[in-house]
């Protein structure tokens, strides 16, 4: 089933050993031909279109082996809902311990299905954890605290770059990524700019 220009979501599903049901959300111009796509497969049971406006529909779709989903449910891995799925690749956000983690890994493998690990981030970390490297946040830490941010400046680039035994450049570049990073997301905080 090759629909690449569609975007599912999975807004919410519930998986066991041999079932799992799950409700999509589907954006398609044309969701008449991905529904009979949908129960054209061999391992559905059930397909009911509760809702359909415009280009958005949300749909019941029941499994008797649920793919994506059996190998969280082996490693008792809650996963965050919804989640998309576009191009045949669904991008998940869990929130786990290291071994289930890896049970996870394993229970995906043994299923044949790829998967890539993009970020790890620890609970109870800010944003600001999330926003720079622990070497930004050393330099920066040290420009602030030197007083480079202050206006006027109570130290130059030279003097932070001396003090933290850098080169001017490369203290340069690294305090432009900070203030890259710390502006961009602002931007996207609070106008919604990417």
């Known amino acids: 089933m090759a629909h690449d220009a569609t975007k599912f979501e999975v ?11 799950a409700l999509l959300r589907i954006e398609s111009d044309d969701p008449l031909t991905i529904l009979t796509d949908i129960r ?43 989640f998309s799925v576009r191009d045949g690749t669904a991008i998940w956000e869990l ?14 493998d043994e299923a044949g299905i790829e998967c890539e690990l993009q970020s790890v981030v620890e609970i109870g970390s800010s944003e600001a954890d999330r926003l720079l490297t622990p070497r930004q946040r050393q330099v920066l830490t040290v420009a602030i605290e030197a007083g480079y941010y202050t206006v006027p400046r109570e130290v130059t680039l030279t003097e932070v770059a001396e003090e933290l035994g850098v080169s001017k450049s490369t203290c340069s570049e690294i305090l432009h990524r900070c203030e890259s990073n710390i502006v961009t997301w602002f931007a996207a905080e609070e106008f919604g700019q990417p």
């Open 95 to 108: 929130t786990t311990s290291s071994d289930r983690l890896s049970d996870l890994g394993e229970h995906l």
């Open 11 to 21: 807004v919410t599903a519930l998986a066991g050993e041999d079932a799992g049901i």
């Open 40 to 82: 054209g497969q061999s391992d559905i049971l059930d397909v009911d279109l509760l809702w359909n406006r415009a280009s958005t529909s949300l749909v019941q779709v029941e499994t008797e082996s649920p793919p994506l989903l059996l190998p969280l449910w082996q490693a008792g891995v809650p996963v965050e809902m919804p």
